[in-house]
Nanobody, 129 residues
Framework: QVQLVESGGGLVQAEGSLRLSCAASGRAFGTYTAGWFRQAPGQEREFVAALSWSGASTYYQDSVKGRFTISRVNNKNTMYLQMNDLKPEDTAVYYC??????????????????????WGQGTQVTVSS
């Protein structure tokens, strides 16, 4: 069993930066695919980024490519999302997720919600214009 706790959200002006953290319990997290999703008010939750258990493979939603960077430090059981050049449309609750049963390939990483069985409670990110 893995428990995930996000932190690092907050209010930032457009073009600013934030770094989200996802702290995991359980040593198995280091062997799991992991990712970030977000949900804006009135919208469905959407994929943001994912990475393989080693961090060697990463995959991003097109709208965040070049602005967001996903990474992990397995000996700290922590995953990160560095968000730069933030835009008002990035405003959402951000969730981290982990999967014990799916993996990244040459074609990308899991990006559908049902592919992840562990979820955090979310952290709010608000970007003002």
């Amino acid at each position: 069993q893995v428990q995930l706790v996000e932190s690092g959200g907050g209010l930032v002006q457009a073009e600013g930066s934030l770094r989200l953290s996802c702290a995991a319990s359980g040593r198995a997290f280091g062997t799991y695919t992991a990712g970030w999703f977000r949900q804006a008010p009135g919208q469905e939750r959407e994929f943001v980024a994912a990475l393989s258990w080693s961090g060697a493979s990463t995959y991003y939603q097109d709208s965040v490519k070049g602005r967001f960077t996903i990474s992990r430090v397995n000996n700290k059981n922590t995953m990160y999302l560095q968000m730069n050049d933030l835009k008002p449309e990035d405003t959402a609750v951000y969730y981290c997720a982990a999967s014990s049963s799916t993996s990244c390939s040459a074609y990308g990483c899991p990006w559908r919600e049902y592919e992840y069985e562990y979820w955090g409670q979310g952290t709010q990110v608000t970007v003002s214009s």
